[in-house]
């Protein structure tokens, strides 16, 4: 799949997340107006630096959730990328 213009597609990954050293959840809100995932597919004007692969903290506001290849992705523009987590933080 290649995504077009500045759009994103993410497998959901719901892990629970905290900070570096362990120590403090994320609250309860963040998961209410946002979620984690993992990008599939990133279009050519994606500015935000993401690329396949990483871990990232979305917006739930303006996403939408489509079927491909019997799995749920969720499609998001690159603004709505709220951060880039980096390996090992969140888990």
Known sequence: MQALKDNVFFKRDDKPSRSPSGLIELPPQVGENSMFGVAVAVGPDVKS?????????????????????????VVVKDANVLAIVEQGEGE
């Open 49 to 73: 630096g993401i690329v396949v692969g990483d871990r990232a903290l979305i917006g739930k506001v303006g996403g939408q959730t489509v079927r491909y290849l019997g799995e749920d992705l």
